[in-house]
């Protein structure tokens, strides 16, 4: 190690006087430069030089030897005979080898997202974004992503349990028959405990079941809840609505606390549309849109803001009222700091009227999306960006005053049923209901749920759940649009939906989902041949809720929430794992999360400087082996104690936490909490039912001993700028600076290495791309980080994960990454999201060394990665100054469980041990393309082949195609002014390349900007 | 000092050294002839089947062209392989009674397919297409041989790579016009001038990159 620090190249550009500061930074570590950190850099690949830590002792070796002989002897045998069976009567229309697509809805948090389902032989083993579908556009999140590994989860729940033991359906509707007979005298005596329902043939069955037991009560709760936001829009209509937004129409966006670009019903229609406001491209006059965030953490939304205002969690109802204050309304409590900016903001919102949309989070209170709505209303952007409609949600109601009504009465003894349909309210109620002890008095109690979770367990009986690609439905979207669901699959585990608990409930009705759902909107308009056109769409046409002529309130609310001492902490779901219901999914556990890069975890995040006040400070942090390892500290939060790991992000508010909730699953499944172990920590024991969002007075302090590891990805595969110089691996520039040179991102401006000058030469001959040219274009000012596109990459090219302990020695199998990077001042730096994926250099350096021509060029001109052919020697890698290649250091796919064996992509080799891999460019999309184009006698249209990760970005940020075809939209980016190549320098003439990112501050705020955020930043 | 060694220790020597270079020689072109036997490639091997199905009697003896059971060949793939209503479409009217077609019967009736033994079989890794090597001009005959003379089918071709590359890389000794593309028994006159023309008309590439079959 000291060896290679003498000829760092810090010393090289010491030696030869380049003294250009650093701009762009990725993690604290960075920054600081601590002997650990460039210790750690220097192992240009800690993943390979780390033992193989997997120990076999000498009895499973000699085992494993002897299964290895043997298996040669068989393997030297011919081929087993392989069985090959046909259908007895084929479907019509089944084409065997080629997949079907189906329309269907995935719902999250109650409001549906439309997806296309890609179906092989009827086996759907991948799930994209409904183009028709308004919420989606043809986008996709992770959550829906990763939704079909939860389909064929072999940890889902397959029976009816009775006390836990193994029953049936049938006993489960007799032991029901006393409890139902008992509520037809008392209907109190019988809840419904739901979660939020758009549905409305589930709504309407709700409603048959209320009047079939006069007096029985549904409640509701989620613990994502909208409480807020149905509240504060009560506050400011006088009742319960919903409000969609037009940000296609948006000049200037205020987010008060809201991460609407990648959160909540909607998120990917609203990313897509405020970001077709921020495609600079030559040519075109255009105006940018401008985003101002005032928020807590750094979210998604934040990340992109052209202004981010870090506050406490709590402050940001000031500022709400500052703003408002500003425009003439009338507020008190305002906030008084940061005057120049808010005022600034007023200006922009001012000269936008009509044109703008400021816009409340989830976690702010009731007061602040009122005070938004009269916001909105002042600069009379309801009806033009705001739109406000009757409620999409069937029986709005106030989900914890619900949920309280429902504790209350437990404890009364008024319940003597209890059906709860989905949710895991023992492990997600809020602390103080003790909701664990109380429900436990309700006689009987019963549970349909995907998984045998923490309620089931303490319910008598528990009914397995459908997955929603397994039963018929139907669901709102965000702005109310119906969807009908259709099944891809029957049931794998003998699942019942809720309509069919329904049916059982009322009696007399014995419906399949099928007939439910269709005789429910056969009654209300549909006929068949609509039915058919619903279900083929995905969407019910023209369903989408009216737009109401409601005028908001302009009384601003009084002020309540009192300043209290101590840390403040704010509790939100986890990004990945969502309020916990997707712990036992792998793909989302080793998803890393959008902006701290966090895998398999729920670390406590806070700043800097409140890093420093609880004596986590920047010396005790470089003691530890830099973004793997961090510290516990014992969090003391109105009289809970509790001890979690603690992590410290640039750009947090000071003086507050973001808690995360979600994790600490005692019986999710052999993911979320392997030998009944749960992996992270449970957080719901903070979570209070008049704090459900966190609140102030937390003593923190970090904990004396105990080291705690922690799989970031932020410093995996990362090209160090100490050894490859300050090239421009991220270009960004402001819209202004834009208008006045658009070639700002180009090389002259991001000097390259000194030593070094761009040259075309090549030792190899110039080859003639024919036929075809792949090649891509990442647009980085769109980017949110959101990680759709890892997770798309994930489940279409068959990506095995490989757990927490193999993310923390850096062999994480995501083709693609996305690197996150900073730029000026810890304490509110400018974030840069930028997606890897190959480059696919025309001159690539992974294939020379590669000693069995296993990776090799193709006409098109990939780099195509042949996995029989590899015997991994990894030197690909090592020679890859991208660093993309993967290595499967392990058997990391699952071969053996038979549940996921349909799952994947029939069109993707699995891999297994010993082998690289890397992004394709989706060859197997590629080469169906070009054979479908082939038949045809014909050339592969621009827009034909699409990419997984193309395909799932919400903005549109990744365009893939024919650069050899001058009118593709590729070739066309190409010839951007932004464009520029990674480390194009190197002549490795990468196709991928990227646009600049392009910010639009407000030119009143603009400061000079700091050149450099050097050490003694912190 | 005295010889240690015989003279013919020199001779014994020199064979033994020259003959190492031709026993290592002989070691390897027996590795490559057995990998390339149908030992390995299972060419040439007749497949036990749960009902004697006769492609000699169907095809060449009544006539039925190879898209009537192998449906998808020309759209995916898969070619396809025929589910028991298409066996039925037939005999349910002739041979109704015949004691070898007892399974396909059984299956009919019970709704349980007729588990076949497959008899081409690529490794995982490798993905073939049926549907474009048909509309490219490839007869069925070039991979699986004359099935219209096989009782039970078997393995016409080793399926190894070596004879996979030597077509995509000559097409043109094997392309025929698309319309005998199912005629096994076609025979061209002048492939030497037809199959360069061919391979142009139909606009022919000769894919060699890995990614044509490996991803």
Known sequence: MSDQKELSFADFRARIGDQRPREFWRSLEELSRSEVFDEFMAQEFPQQSLPLQKGVDRRSFMKLMGASVTMAGLAACSQPADAIVPYV???????????????SAMTLGGYAQGVLVESHMYRPTKIEGNPDHPSTLGASDA?????????????RSQVVRKYGDTSTWSEFISALQPVLNGARTNGGSLRLLTQTITSPSLGAQIQRLLQTYPGMRWHQWDAVTRDNIREGGRLAFGGYVSTHYDFTKADVVVSLGSDFLDDGPGHLRYARDFMSRRKVRAGETQTVNRLYAIESGVSSTGSVADHRLPVKPSQVEGYARAIATGLGLAADGAATDNANWIGALVRD????????????????????????????????????TVLITDPVEVGTTNQLASLAELVRDINAGAVKGLIILGGNPVFDAPADFNFKQVFQKVPFRAHLSMRYDETSNLCQWHIPETHFLETWGDARAHDGTVSIMQPLIAPLYNGRAAIEVLSAMIGGLDQTPYQAVRSYWFANGATEDSWRKWLHDGVVANSALPQRAAAASMAIPPVQRATVSGIEIELRHDPTIYDGRFANNGWLQELPKPQSKITWDNVMLMGPKT?????????????????????????NYRGVSMRLPVWVIPGHSEGSATIFFGYGRTQGGRIASPEGQPIGFNTYPMRFSNALHGGAGAQIRVAEAGIYPVACTQEHQSIDPKDVGERGIVRAGTFEQYKKDPTFAQDEHHGSDP???????????????????????????????????????QSENNIAIVGKEEVVRERELHWLRIDRYYRGDVSNPEVFHEPVPCMQCELAPCEPVCPVEATSHSEDGLNDMTYNRCVGTRYCSNNCPYKVRRFNFFHYADYDTPALKPMRNPDVTIRTRGVMEKCTYCVQRVNHAKIEAEKQDRRVRDGEVVTACQQACPTEAIVFGDMNDPNSKVAQLKKQPTNFALLGELNTRPRTTYLATIRNPNPELVVAAPAAAEAEHH | MAQIFHRSANT????????????????????????????????????????????QHHVAGLGIDCRYCHTSVEKSSFAGLPPTSTCMNCHSQIWTNAEMLEPVRASFASGKPIVWSRVHRLPDFVHFNHSIHVNKGIGCVSCHGRIDTMNLVYQASPLTMEWCLDCHRAPEKHIRPREEVFNLAYVAKDQATLGPELVKKYNVQKLTSCSTCHY
């Open chain 1, 755 to 793: 030593g070094m000058e761009h040259t075309e030469d090549s030792m190899y001959p110039p080859f003639a791309y024919k036929q075809h040219a792949w090649a891509m274009v990442i647009d980085t000012s769109l980017c949110t980080g959101c990680n759709g596109c890892v997770i798309a990459c």
């Open chain 1, 143 to 155: 959550f829906m992503q990763a939704s079909i590994l939860d389909l064929y989860d072999p940890d």
């Open chain 1, 611 to 635: 890093a420093d006040a609880i004596g986590f400070g920047k010396e005790e942090r470089e003691k530890l082996f830099n973004e793997k390892q961090t510290r516990f500290a014992d969090v």
């Open chain 1, 89 to 103: 009567n084929q479907p019509e229309n089944l084409i065997p080898g080629k997949p079907i697509y189906f329309a």
């Open chain 1, 349 to 384: 919102l001012q000269s936008k009227r009509g044109r703008s949309v400021v816009i409340a989070g989830d976690e702010q209170p009731a007061a602040v999306h009122a005070i938004a709505h009269a916001i909105n209303a002042a600069l009379g952007n309801l009806g033009s």
């Open chain 2, 12 to 55: 014994l020597s020199r064979v033994t050294i020259f003959g190492a270079i031709f026993f290592v020689g002989f070691v390897l072109w027996a590795i490559g002839g057995i990998v390339r036997s149908p030992y390995f490639t299972n060419q040439g091997i007749h497949r036990e089947q749960p009902v004697p199905f006769s492609h």
